[in-house]
């Protein structure tokens, strides 16, 4: 009798620990049409050691160039075949690529991005409020990784929005199976491959060094309007303004005793030596 107890106790203990692993979330930067969060994963009650290549220091032009070269296979409304389609609106390209750049400098070797964006587009008639869920970071070989729980998910339900909610923000890496595949279509992305041999369907790595040659070989198809046009000054102005708040926030999570020195002292020398 001892014995089938302590097996039943042991088993449950197994369990509860097994579903205790996660990905836990803390929001860095929420806007009305994107929110990036910072994640790290918990096992066993500790965090777990995941050996990313950061802090990262990566040009906002190079994520830009990055999610604006991504493309997935849409779907048809009601016939026909599946369409090549951007992942991203050029707006959302303008609006996440420096929020993006700029959380990878504050993140440390197991902590990695996650990140959501809405838009409107799709509908026979109207356009929809959709959205995008996904993760990326820098694994240890210096390749950045993008992968993707949702693509232009319709929020035509508060069910389906909830549905979202408590399953994008986990792991977006663990897709083995989409209606939504992401398509290879520059030279320096590559597909990530799971143990059975098939790629997985919404995670792909890329090599910054390969998006950066493409960049100046192919600049991106849309210039920007007057508008979105940024003077050097203003840009350098800009730039050491969001140094400063970062330098700021850092301080604030030393002092909330959330970080460790040597993480407090690496990650200011990084801003630091980022300013232009």
């Known amino acids: 009798m001892n014995k089938c107890i302590i097996a039943v106790l042991g088993a449950v203990l197994f369990l509860t620990g097994c579903a205790g692993a996660r990905w836990e979330d803390t ?5 009305r ?12 009650g500790r965090v777990a ?4 290549r950061h802090p990262a220091i990566i040009e906002t032009g190079t994520v830009a160039a990055l999610l604006s070269e991504l493309v997935y296979l849409y779907p048809p409304l009601l016939i026909g075949e599946n369409k090549e389609t951007k992942v991203f609106q050029e707006e959302e390209v303008n609006r996440l690529a420096p929020a993006l750049a700029g959380a990878f400098e504050t993140l440390s070797s197991n902590q990695r991005i996650a990140f959501t964006s809405y838009n409107r587009g799709g509908g026979l008639l109207f356009k929809k409020p959709r959205r995008t869920d996904g ?9 950045l990784n993008v992968a993707f729980f949702g693509i ?3 929020m035509s339900s508060d069910a389906q929005v909830i549905a979202m909610e408590d399953n994008s923000l986990d792991n977006a890496i663990a897709v083995k199976t989409s209606r939504t595949p992401l398509v290879i279509k520059r030279d320096y992305m590559q597909p990530v491959f799971q143990k059975s041999g098939e790629a997985y369907p919404m995670w792909i790595t890329a090599d910054a060094a ?3 040659k493409a960049m100046k070989i192919a ?5 920007a309007s007057p508008d979105d046009v940024i003077a050097p000054d203003a840009h350098h102005a800009t730039h050491r303004e969001m140094i400063r708040e970062k330098l700021e926030y ?8 959330l970080i460790k020195d040597s993480e407090y002292e690496e990650k200011r020398k990084a801003l630091i030596d980022s300013i232009e």
């Open 33 to 44: 049409h994107y929110t990036v969060r910072i994640q790290h994963y918990v096992s066993e």
């Open 219 to 223: 600049p991106r198809e849309t210039a």
């Open 27 to 31: 929001t860095i930067n929420e806007h």
């Open 250 to 257: 850092l301080k604030e999570l030393y002092d909330d005793g």
């Open 210 to 212: 390969g998006i950066k």
């Open 49 to 52: 050691e995941q050996q990313y």
């Open 152 to 154: 232009n998910v319709e």
């Open 135 to 143: 993760a990326i970071f820098m694994d240890d070989a210096g390749r």
